[in-house]
């Protein structure tokens, strides 16, 4: 496994695999790498003949009282999860070189980041754009790989990519949850036990809303009412159940749809979601990637 830390380099052993007509996949992180990662990481090992990881906290997508100095930092422990699930190579570039002195070129993917976890972090997006824009001119790949916890980042992500010509196909993968059904975060390390416990309401009120579904409930109003009940321990930063491609407020469970879920517990943010529709590869399962809905 190969380390580069300079865009150019990563870009030619990118391209020299490409020569050799090697398929490229590309996990990009921010490290504090979990289980959801390395099932992004096997499914690019598993689809490509190659597959890169990033690892990049990025500043550009936290806010200034948000938890860029604390956010998790594990190398050691990421290089063996990357080893393990077959990396290649890992791009981990400096701040200093992602942006340096001077830098103000920005990426926006317009309607698509507005809403959901734009209302509490409305610098989120446009750092999320930028830094996977310039990730992916370092790692031209072939396939991507995102996971479905953050639901609205992927959305936006594979918009960016086909209107800016990336030609690197976005792939988003289910939602990898701990046995008790939390949703993997690199955030969950920040929660006290009691916090942990509280924390549960989050895939605990998605996943009672199977229960509402199988008695025929369409109604987003209703579903939304009965999310919020079993929330009301945790302090909810929304509950909203949009159009899974588009991100609008639909007013009925019709089409792709996506109920995604945010709330602050004690002092930290997290979000989870579950998706209806026919996404093609779905799992008739709330715990994977989507459930099909009779319509
Ligand atoms: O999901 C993440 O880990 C980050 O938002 C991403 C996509 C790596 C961009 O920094």
Not at 107 to 125: A, I, K, N
Not at 178 to 187: K, N, T, V
Not at 219 to 245: F, P, Q
Request: glycine residues 6%; hydrophobic residues 45%; aromatic residues 8%.
């Amino acid at each position: 496994m190969v380390v580069h830390a300079s865009a150019a380099e990563m870009r030619r052993w990118c391209l020299e695999r490409k020569a050799e007509g090697k398929s490229l996949g590309f996990v990009p992180t921010m490290g504090a790498l979990h289980e959801g990662h390395a099932s992004l990481m096997r499914e690019a090992v598993r689809a490509n003949d190659c597959a890169v990881l990033s690892v990049f906290v990025n500043p550009a997508q936290f806010a200034p009282h948000e938890d860029f100095d604390r956010y998790p930092r594990t190398w050691g422990a990421d290089l063996a999860i990357a080893e393990k699930a077959g990396i290649q190579a890992i791009y981990a570039p400096k701040a200093s070189a992602m942006y340096p002195p001077n830098y103000a070129t920005y990426v926006q993917v317009e309607r698509l980041q507005d809403g959901l976890c734009s209302g509490t972090r409305p610098h989120f997006f446009k750092g999320v754009a930028t830094v996977v824009a310039k990730l992916f001119n370092a790692v031209p790949a072939d396939r991507a790989y995102f996971g479905q916890k953050d639901a609205q980042q992927s959305a936006i992500i594979r918009r960016m990519a086909r209107d800016l010509d990336f030609g690197i196909e976005i792939v988003e993968m289910p939602i990898v949850r701990e046995a008790d059904g939390l949703a993997m975060s690199s955030r969950n390390v920040y929660l006290s036990p009691e916090e942990r416990t509280r924390a549960l309401c989050l895939s605990r009120a998605l996943f009672q809303v199977e229960a509402v579904m199988k008695v025929g409930e369409r109604d987003a109003a209703k579903i939304i009412a009965a999310v919020r009940k079993e929330m009301a321990n945790v302090d909810i930063d929304y509950i909203a159940l949009v159009d899974a491609d588009e991100m609008i407020p639909r007013d009925r469970i019709e089409g792709k749809i996506l109920l995604a879920v945010a709330a602050q517990v004690g002092k930290t943010r997290l979000i989870d979601n579950i998706k209806f529709g026919n996404y093609g590869q779905s799992k008739p399962d709330l715990r994977g990637s989507a459930i099909e809905v009779p319509l």
